[in-house]
């Protein structure tokens, strides 16, 4: 993995054939900093978000040591990388072999539920430890989310009673967790969420020892400007003091995107030209899936090279290098009207879910990963380098 100042001159040096991805490690310093600094619990990252071994090396440097993940796999990642890391299994759907691997080779100890079979699976698979952490995860509103998770987790109101209680039976220690949706827009749905816990709480009278608030925490893109983290995490404190428990739960969190969603960028060729229709060599079948059918909207910038652009802007749609035609992403995303074939783009934001959902679908795949050292495109951690992107979309 080679190191440049910027993209541009990652792109002057190199002239890429093939997409590139690009990873800034002062990105996830800034943001591991300021959730270290500003959420009042453990912090989790999300492995799923981003599980490249330089992204995971650099938030273990930054003091982020505790792990959310959701597979063996991403289980057996953390532990090469950091054996003394903690991981919490908090899918709420895993095999017996999973749970008997995590418990027994890994010594996780921690896991998420959102059934009693799950529950029964879980004691079997380990042989009815008595060490256990187990996370009851409730059903959460998601109506602020811009991608819906509450469809297929959380148990429902009717069944956390019960659950509670059972869990209760055979825990050591006793979790409550919800997630609000990826991508919350609105920091109103963790005080709904945590004022469920409370409910649950008070109807069972049993206290949990920990509670998560999960992931949601947003990034900001070129259409979507979220409220500052800060107010999501005051509307937590907030919620959390109001629910006035005795046995005072510890807090955790499970962020992902808002820790490395900036971090990533991805560096495109245009291969073709049609009217508006830009022909790139990365798609949704690459780095850009949300670009497709979640149809975010990333930030992108032309490369000068030696080349001057025009500053009138226009929008664009792309299509990506592959034979299907739903590799299409809609946009739009704003670029010189004078922008051809040939021409190369930065397309930021990526840092989350960029690498982690590639396939390799009719052989277009490239894992050349570079460090760069220049800011990213946007930053909800500086709202007023934004302004020149937010304007142009209202």
């Not at 998770?149 to 209680?165: C, D, H, I, N, P």
């Not at 967790?177 to 109807?203: E, R």
């Not at 949704?284 to 990333?298: H, K, M, N, R, V």
Request: charged share 25%; aromatic share 10%; proline share 5%.
């Amino acid at each position: 993995m080679a190191k440049f100042q910027s993209v541009d001159e990652l792109v002057e040096a190199t002239r890429p054939v093939n997409p590139v991805y690009c990873i800034r490690e002062d990105s996830i310093e800034t943001s591991a900093a300021w959730f270290k600094n500003n959420f009042p619990g453990n912090i989790l990252y999300a492995v799923k978000a981003n599980p490249n071994e330089k992204v995971l090396k650099t938030l273990l440097k930054n003091n982020i040591t505790n792990f959310d993940t959701a597979t063996i796999e991403e289980i057996r990642l953390i532990k090469k990388i950091a054996p003394q890391a903690k991981a919490y299994f908090m899918h709420t759907i895993k095999s017996k072999e999973s749970i008997s691997e995590a418990y027994f080779k890994y010594n996780v100890k921690d896991f998420s539920l959102d059934s009693k079979d799950e529950l029964d699976k879980i004691l079997k698979a380990t042989n009815q430890a008595k060490d256990l952490t187990l996370y009851l995860r409730i059903q959460a509103s998601n109506e602020h989310a811009e991608i819906d998770l509450s469809k297929k987790f959380g148990a429902t109101v009717y069944e956390s009673s019960s659950l509670l209680r059972q869990i209760k039976e055979v825990a050591n220690k006793i979790g409550i967790s919800f997630h609000v949706g990826s991508q919350c827009m609105h920091p109103i749905s963790y005080s709904k969420a945590l004022k469920d816990v409370g409910s649950l709480i008070k109807k069972t009278e049993i206290e949990p020892n920990i509670i998560n608030v999960g992931g949601g925490f947003p990034t900001t893109y070129p259409d979507m400007y979220p409220q500052p983290l800060i107010n999501y995490i005051n509307e937590i404190k907030k919620s959390f003091a109001k629910l006035n428990l005795k046995s005072k739960p510890a807090l955790l969190c499970e962020p992902g995107r808002a820790l490395v969603a900036e971090s990533g960028s991805t560096i495109v060729r245009v291969e073709l030209r049609k009217k508006q229709n830009l022909y790139i060599n990365d798609g949704t079948y690459g780095s850009l899936f949300d670009a497709g059918t979640p149809q975010f909207i990333f930030p992108t910038k032309p490369i000068q090279l030696k080349k001057s652009f025009t500053k009138r802007l226009v929008p664009y749609s792309f299509y990506g290098p592959t034979c299907d035609g739903i590799d299409f992403m809609k946009g739009p995303f704003m670029l010189p009207s004078n922008i051809k074939q040939g021409d190369y783009i930065e397309i930021g934001q990526l840092g989350a879910y960029g690498l982690s959902l590639r396939t390799k679908f009719n052989g277009c795949y490239s894992d050349e990963i570079h460090d760069v050292c220049d800011k990213p495109l946007m930053s909800i951690y500086d709202a007023d380098e934004n302004e020149n992107i937010r304007h142009l979309f209202g």
